[in-house]
């Protein structure tokens, strides 16, 4: 008996075949003609497949008519045409196998709609929820277009390190990795916790950017991207940070800040026009139940070229926009989240990349521009979201470098590796870095950060 | 101008075309004729490109005389036909222009060849060798085989998190994150540390596989495969441990052992005939240089079926080999690497995967047989390198998880949300664990671990 998936059972093209089918309850309805009517879903996609279980199957009153939301079950049967309302198909089953009940007395998942806080504690069923399931989907679609826009363009994958002994990037609080025993840690003669004796010989943290690592193989093998677990430390109980978050840092050598922002619309625009084109149904559900301006988000993104600007035009846009600000503009400070909406929503109605900041405002490892104050840092705010990429060409002269890490009060020396790369056959090269979460929540309008990630890291919770 | 890479300038195709090159001098000869051969790599390949620079170029005695092995320079010039050996073309510079200098009295990556342990304290620099640049595209090629490999098959790919509380899936040891002040940590009344004031208000580790949680997933969305990086606070210095590694384990739901053996079989199949196809330039340069058996080593995967044997017939053909093994063989035992490369060199002479283990040997979460004393668990050896891949049936009864639980001293109340998922439409369900770094070995012949992921971490290392 040949295995089919609820969403290929669902095709017209199945009607005639003979299949079994395999996945969870999720409702049961007993005709008064003598046979009921299944819901069945198994994840390949949002709808369920209609089973039709007739009274004479051997185990329709012991099995088949206690079936309830949850159980697990496989169908053999036979794909027909349907009558019903949105469904092409219907299986009539010749066979019902039950292989595990759920209690409706202690189940959770019953049918009334439960709230994202109670779901975020059964973080272990609520993938079985339509919800999750097409959140999983198009996350799985955003992560598939990740990896195929960076291949198809040549970019090497790359797994920058998770432990390290960095602790200096300047990007956020650091977690410690450790194996001493806190209770009683080894001491030096000072009476300092002696870290020599930690498993790496060093205090050790939890990497918050592969960018520098990046930029190490950039400038020797090209382009590269990476595509892993980052992490932040910080008490921020917002519906917009995760303790632990996945991140994508494309760097590029010999790119410069045109060319970077033109790799970024282009990415954002692939990932998009993928999600738009191959999750069309769970599109529809967000639409409906979740945000009903997400497609026209992702149309924005898709439709024309996005809107670029410096830092200084947007800030004369900002100052004379006439808009009541909570955070006053003037030029030298750093944008707010109201400031990245007026540009992206009002100004320009579409994304629009900012460039050329201030350089006191921005990390040491972007490009100093002629003018000395402003650095080849770039933002793309989208609208609906405000920043979802950010990202600069890279200092790639020695001596520039270096008086920049002076001026923001680091230490050379615990750079030497990365200044290497500006003592040794330096190029220019740019990057940039997005958010895959935050990438989810745009593509589904997902209120909550902690939503679109499995098993989300918060301050206090660390549970499953 | 139009940009080339390295690989591209170097087809036929390219002839006659006007392109701009960018990457590092590798060598560069001066001839009698008043012209220099400068040879060019960007990464793309393992080769280099020609580049013909005349005397009459402007900066010719000033710049391009003085180039030495790593300076970055971009190209101008036309694409040529070339007479020279191993190369179907040429660049002729009509410009060069010199972005950064590598003082060959300090660039460390002189013409000599140096030891991999040398090349592992410049782990900044090694990508810009050609056995690094070799190894980092193939194990682009295995992860992007990975991702194309499950994603046509509809799997989903799930994100399982880093950090995790359960510090009891017994796979290993296991590194504590914390942002307790391990100086002066908070104690509790009876003075032990107050890990309810660390950032997750519990202690926290750093996961040592996904399949827990992937088996959340896999019994709402049916198929799903992690990829992503595992630790463990080990100390072993050996060629084949790594502190943080990657890990590739699917997960799919209604597969019985049977389909597991399927699926894994498949999937290296997959990997390595993609590896064959897509990187025969790097696998020459493998083969030459570092193994001269790893060709016939992956046409081995390639070539048949696996064989297949349960541990209780594997024993006994060891018992009965007439072979002097180390360690001695009888029924209970784990296997040795030795007695793997037996059953896979000597007796098969390809792939086997054996099968049924005693329970004893076997975690907790291995279907048990009828028979009471073996489990469901199943690893691929494979000619060269023994184990590659470790998997199992999971055992869906909750019941025998349970006492399963209590004979290997675990408490059920740890694991109550993997419980519920027996407790709640239970399905038999099977997957894997392919450790990527081990691949990558294998698919190379590297001889150390530390030597085919970009930045190492193994006891006392985690600089870069």
């Known amino acids: 008996m040949q295995k089919l998936s609820v969403r290929e059972a ?16 999720r409702t049961r309805r007993d ?9 069945i879903n198994d994840g390949t996609c949002l709808a369920n497949i209609q089973v039709i279980a007739d009274a004479a199957l051997p185990n329709y009153e012991d099995e088949v008519r206690h079936l309830t939301a949850g159980c697990s079950v496989t169908i053999d049967g036979e ?3 349907s009558g019903g309302k949105g469904q092409a198909t219907e299986l009539h089953a010749a066979a019902v196998t039950v292989h595990g009940l759920a209690d409706p007395e202690s189940y959770p998942l019953q049918k009334k709609r439960h709230s994202m806080e109670k779901l975020r504690e059964w973080a272990h069923l609520r993938p079985r929820t339509n919800t999750f399931g097409a959140v ?8 598939r277009s990740v990896h195929d826009f960076f291949q198809e363009d040549g970019f090497l994958y790359l797994n920058t390190p998770i432990i390290t002994a960095s602790d200096c990037e300047g990007a956020g609080e650091m977690f410690r990795v450790t194996t001493l025993d806190p209770a009683d840690p080894p001491r030096n003669d000072q009476g300092a916790v002696d870290y020599t004796q930690d498993f790496f010989d060093r205090p050790s943290f939890l990497t918050v ?9 950039a400038t020797a093998l090209g382009k590269v991207y990476t595509f892993g677990p980052t992490f932040r430390a910080e008490n921020s109980n917002t519906s917009r940070h995760l303790a632990e978050f996945w991140m994508v840092e494309p760097e590029v050598a010999f790119n410069d800040l045109e060319d970077n922002m033109d790799l970024a619309e282009r990415f954002l ?5 993928d999600v738009l084109e191959n999750c069309e149904e769970d599109l529809d559900f967000f639409e409906q139940r979740i945000d009903k301006e997400v497609r026209e988000r992702l149309g924005k993104i898709v439709a024309g070229g ?49 460039h050329d900041y201030p350089a006191t405002i921005k990390p040491f490892y972007m490009r100093v521009n002629d003018d000395g104050r402003t650095v080849r840092a770039m933002d793309v705010l989208a609208p609906g979201v405000g920043e979802i990429i950010g990202g600069s060409q890279r200092e790639e002269r020695l001596d520039v470098l270096e008086s920049r890490m002076s001026e923001q009060g680091l230490n050379p020396d615990d750079y030497w590796w990365y200044l290497d790369l500006r003592r040794y056959g330096t190029v220019p090269h740019a990057g940039f870095g997005l958010g895959l979460e935050r990438m989810v929540q745009f593509v589904t309008g997902m209120a909550n950060i902690r939503d679109v990630i499995p098993f989300p890291r918060t301050p ?4 499953f």
């Open 136 to 143: 999983m989907r198009v996350r799985n679609q955003v992560c």
């Open 31 to 39: 005709s008064k003609g003598g046979f009921s009517f299944i819901e």
């Open 269 to 273: 625009k692939r990932v998009v026009t």
């Open 209 to 217: 950017s592969g960018q520098l690592e990046g930029e190490v193989y």
């Open 460 to 463: 206090g919770n660390a549970e």
């Open 306 to 354: 996005f809107a670029r600007t410096t830092y200084t035009d947007a800030i004369a846009a900002l100052e004379s926009s006439g808009e009541a600000f909570e955070f006053p503009v003037s030029w030298g400070v750093d944008l707010q989240a109201e400031h990245e909406r007026y540009l992206a929503e009002k100004l320009h109605g579409r994304p629009v990349i900012v």
């Open 10 to 25: 669902r095709l017209e093209s199945a009607i005639g075949q003979q299949a079994r089918l395999q996945g969870w309850v």
């Open 79 to 81: 794909v027909k045409a």
